[in-house]
């Protein structure tokens, strides 16, 4: 199967448009030194943020404090849904081996993978640049890994969408026919370990941005497991006139339950699903700018994909390495690329 | 695991390591060259007022 040329087409413009997106904020960092003469590499470490400089090497910036809080907050929200029976009754054993297995892999296996990439590939890649660029202003930094990080992974992600050869990498997030705090994670491991944006931002943790790389994993981390949650957080915003206001700068900056939700449905019929967009994790911003985003402020009836029917967990974790059992399935052994 | 799937990891290897490479590239290339650039900048005015 072969990719739609006006897709092609608008990957490459859009790609390129990206390489400025990308220098955007370096260049305005650039700008206001150049205007203010502000040389912060010229000034001794600033000991007023003792906390922030103390998560300034890579060990600690992916340190613990982080994954646990995010962690707890995974759990705290999963415990919610389930008070509340929003998955109702469409959580098979199947689907929950697929959430656990997802989840679980995304602490055992590709924690270990980007420790040892900050440890020692890191140093081998690129030799001498380890906190080489700690002048870097907080807020720039900040400014910097949320460009770098976010549009990186709507790249990422988008691809899987476009690219007919990738989507059965990306197949098992959208298998589901519920939405929930496990979904975040249900990822292929294949798909989670070639994550570009955590080697990315791993990097640039190196160089020196280690506290506003903590900063928006964590204001990250928060965004998509709630874009992604059965607990419409949103829907106030769009009930009261008074915040509507507020609604219209949320929904276009960042992922929303309701745009997200648009992404998983399993149909674009009901002007409401919008699996061939709304690729943004944290920012919907890039949507917005690269015509992918579809905004309704409802939430479509039904989720995941039409002519899925139940692939074994472990297929769905570790396709292509492990097929699936189910004749015409696209994680099959002969099956289609894309169905 | 077949040749096509090995093929097909590759491939996808490739992507991810554009997709990295590509604005890590940018990024550090411009924070050098922000460096770079303003201390050159601020080398020559001192130089320039030393010499009036």
């Given at each position: 199967m072969k990719m739609d040329a006006e897709v092609r087409e608008r990957i490459i413009s859009n790609g390129l448009a990206s390489v400025l997106i990308y220098a955007l904020p370096v260049a305005l960092m650039f700008l206001t030194f150049y205007f203010?003469?502000?040389?912060?590499?010229?000034?001794?470490?600033?000991?007023?943020v003792p906390l922030l400089h103390y998560y300034q090497s890579f060990e600690q910036a992916l340190g613990p404090l982080n994954n646990y809080a995010l962690t707890l907050f995974v759990f705290v929200l999963g415990i919610l849904e389930f008070s509340f029976g929003l998955y109702e009754g469409r959580w098979t054993k199947n689907e929950r081996s697929t959430d656990i297995a997802c989840f679980a892999a995304s602490y055992i296996v590709i924690r270990p993978i980007v420790t040892y990439f900050g440890l020692r590939v890191l140093p081998i890649v690129l030799p001498g640049l380890k906190n080489h660029f700690a002048w870097v202003p907080f807020f720039w930094g900040v400014f910097i890994i949320c460009v770098a990080d976010d549009l990186t992974q709507y790249w990422y992600h988008r691809l899987h969408h476009q690219v007919p050869w990738l989507w059965r990498f990306h197949r098992t997030h959208h298998s589901a026919a519920y939405m929930g705090m496990a979904m975040a994670s249900r990822q292929n491991v294949i798909y989670t370990i070639f994550f570009s944006q955590i080697y990315l931002t791993a990097a640039l943790v190196y160089v020196g941005l280690g506290g506003p790389a903590l900063i928006v994993l964590g204001l990250k981390g928060i965004i998509t497991t709630l874009a992604h949650s059965?607990?419409?957080?949103?829907?106030p915003f769009y009930k009261y006139k008074v915040l509507h206001p507020i609604a219209w700068v949320l929904e276009r900056l960042i992922s929303t339950p309701a745009t997200h939700h648009a992404h998983h449905a399993?149909?674009?019929?009901?002007?409401?699903?919008?699996?061939?967009?709304?690729?943004?994790?944290?920012?919907?911003l890039w949507d917005v700018i690269f015509g992918t985003a579809h905004i309704s402020r409802e939430y479509p009836k039904s989720y995941g994909?039409?002519?899925?029917?139940?692939?074994?967990w472990y297929a769905q974790l570790l396709w292509p390495i492990f097929k699936s059992k189910v004749e015409g399935s696209e994680l099959a052994a002969n099956g289609p690329m894309v169905k | 695991m077949r040749l096509q799937d090995m093929t097909l990891l590759a491939k996808k290897i490739v992507v991810g390591l554009v997709a990295t490479a590509v604005p890590l590239l940018i990024l550090l290339g411009g924070m050098h060259l922000t460096r770079k650039a303003l201390t050159s900048k601020s080398a020559t005015e001192q130089v320039s007022s030393q010499a009036k």
């Open positions: 203010t003469g502000q040389r912060p590499w010229q000034q001794t470490p600033n000991t007023s059965s607990i419409p957080w949103d829907k399993d149909t674009t019929d009901d002007g409401i699903g919008y699996y061939k967009g709304n690729f943004g994790n944290m920012f919907f994909i039409t002519h899925y029917q139940g692939d074994q | -």
